[in-house]
């Protein structure tokens, strides 16, 4: 995702990362850019294995597909927000892991 912010910012820009608890207790990650934003008609492709908009040889179009893959195998989610010229705001949340403790943390150290 930061490399193709990055890439969405020949001229430069601001990228902003931010962590966050979300309002249904998951952990918040927003990655958003200043850059040159996503069309309307590409939004509901970027995740598809192949898509890209880069030139022929300039992209596998694997990224995106394989971000999402793995967010998903995690139990997450992630939207794209894109509003043109304005940049694009991706946003992954994911459940919070509980660890159970362990019995020695709960009893102490056993001899």
Known sequence: LILNATQAMPRGGKLDIATSISKNKRVKIQVADSGT??????????FDPFFTTKAPGEGTGL???????????????????????EGTIFTIEFPILKEEPSQEGINGPTS
């Open 37 to 46: 934003g996503i069309s309307e008609k590409h939004l509901s492709k970027i």
């Open 63 to 85: 990224g995106l597909t394989l971000v999402h893959t793995i967010i998903e195998r995690w139990e997450g989610t992630i939207q794209v927000k894109s509003q043109g010229a």
